[in-house]
């Protein structure tokens, strides 16, 4: 199965960052990072928009792994262009190879004008902890560049620092987001609705007089698999939530583990007489972040235990006993 969508999603991925137009100069360099709040694998950068007297542009990013600094190895040119003037209208920068950024990762993004004069590129002072946040990317504050020489260090002055802390990037990131397919070892990345109706699946497969008993396991971890992150109305802000108790319930479970190891032989084995799915529920549900097949194999067998104990009981209430088990298949 794959693990990633094949497709770039465009859904109000143009970020347009604030404009107060503090100052206009050769150059701007600001990190991004690509968040984890939804389930996305990376994020594409295709453009950056920008406004000014422009001039002669290029446009620079990391290479993934390296420091943002102001040091020319650590960075490759994925644009250049001649531009006429705009100081109205932003100019979109097609890069020319299509940058990625995975959750969690920081790149640098440096747009430089070989202009001369100081007019060449619009920015801002920095006046927050970043300049744009949503439920892909964060941008942060960084520096201006007032040489008209990439990575120079001179300025038209010809004394002074050529790096300016403190500024924000004027204008818009162009980008596409690639979200995660869902498999058995990622089932946590999604929203507890989505989960719910993992679960509600499984369960309806291990029934027997689902029609959906007929499938096996890996028909439906394909048509998961071929299920969008959101198909099960769950937000942003829930899937990030669920994450993070992940997270913790996963911490929890560790030292809980710990605590186990110094119990007697005695209480163990009359633990392990219990169904782990009821023993660890809350646990099973954390460890589900390194083994959610098994959580859903236990719900399962739960599950088929419920419609055995119902039509038993079923029987004996109308005053029918059915001693017939040749119907219920251990799952």
Known sequence: RPTEATYSIHENVTVDTTDYEDHTFCGVMFPIEAQSILPVDHIVLESVSIRGALGKLTVWVTKPGANISVDPDNWIQVYEAE??????????????????VRPGENRGV????????????????QKADYTHQDNFLTIYPGLAHVCNKPFGRTTMWGYGNAWRERRE?????????????????????FGDKFQGMTRTLFMC?????????????????????????????????????TASNSELHQQETNSDEEEDNDVGDEDSSDNNNAPSFWRHRGHNWARARHYPTRVLYDSRRIAHASVYSHHHHAGVFNGVEDDDDSSYEEA
């Not at 995660?180 to 089932?187: A, G, R």
């Open 110 to 125: 440096y747009v430089h004008s070989k202009l001369q004069g100081d007019e060449a590129i619009v920015y801002d002072n």
């Open 205 to 241: 497969q291990r029934r027997w007089e689902s029609p959906m008993s007929r499938l096996p396991d890996e028909c439906i971890f394909y048509i998961l698999n071929l299920c969008r992150w959101d198909w099960a109305n769950d937000e942003g802000q829930f899937v990030m939530s």
């Open 169 to 189: 990037f004027v204008g818009k990131l162009n980008y596409g987001a690639v979200y995660k397919l869902w498999n058995p070892e990622n089932c946590t990345a």
């Open 83 to 100: 531009h006429d003037p705009s100081w109205r209208r932003f100019v979109e920068l097609k890069l020319d190879s299509k940058i990625k």
